[in-house]
């Protein structure tokens, strides 16, 4: 082979090397499927006229285990209450167009309470709102506190010994802790149910958990200030017990109302107790379940 021979295949390597570095970059700008000329504003163009686009998808639980997702992601939700696709707004996954949010049931009713403020007529999970202080379908889901709704909060949910050191475990079980600081979660985090966009705010959209201070005005606004009077008030609140920390058992149903505060003390979260006296104990197990009544932020 000679000089001009090599010359020439070099230069048309050289050509082909080009050519296939463009189209690659030209690819890492913009893809088209199904189309040779995607739009300009894209960065994917999927056109067909008898297939869809099908994103991942995921079971509630599998949603609520992703880590870290990114403001944008989306995802079809196979087993949510609404079926659909969601997206990630930066705090909670919302369906596309209900804008509901992913794991949240609860028909969704305002009521002005006796202290001024808007609340939920009902608990988190109740099928109405309570009939008398010891109607069972008012009493509701008991949440362990700071968790979002992943089923663990279901009265019958399963329970499992080991502790998450995630803001939301992978699977919808109670998580038992009889031991000092009691929570579910290790280590705690104090900045889970912080507001309308704290971390998993189990309330519908612009609701969220009461702090310990909107709880006193409620309460101290009340008829009487006891099971009666919360009972005889806007909220109509019911005496749906709560469940241990220590083995998931339920505990003084039909005798006693708890509703978590958003409020922390230390390693503990405050509560409202609702029972022949309604007061705030500043010792509830993070790790314990106590009925949610939001409040609109």
Known sequence: MNITQITYK?????????????????????????????NQSSALDVESTTKGFLPPRLTLMQLLAIASPAEGLLVYCTDCNNKGIYVYDGATFKHSSSGATAGITTTVVAVVGAGGATWMDRNLGASRVATSQTDSDAYGDLYQWGRFTDGHQSRTSSTVNTNSDIDNPPHGDWITEPSNPYDWRTPQND???????????PCPIGYRLPTETEWITEFQAWSSQDATGGFNSPLKLSLGGERS????????????????????NGSWANRLNVSFVANINKYGARGGGASVRCIKN
């Open 10 to 38: 070099m230069k048309k390597s050289l050509l082909t090397l080009f050519l296939l570095f463009a189209m690659l970059h030209g690819f890492a700008q913009q893809v088209g499927v199904g189309t040779d000329n995607p």
């Open 191 to 201: 900045n889970l149910w912080q507001g309308v966009n704290g971390i998993n705010n």
């Open 245 to 264: 920390n220590n083995d998931g058992d339920l505990i003084n149903v039909g005798n006693t109302g708890y509703y978590w505060t958003s409020t922390v």
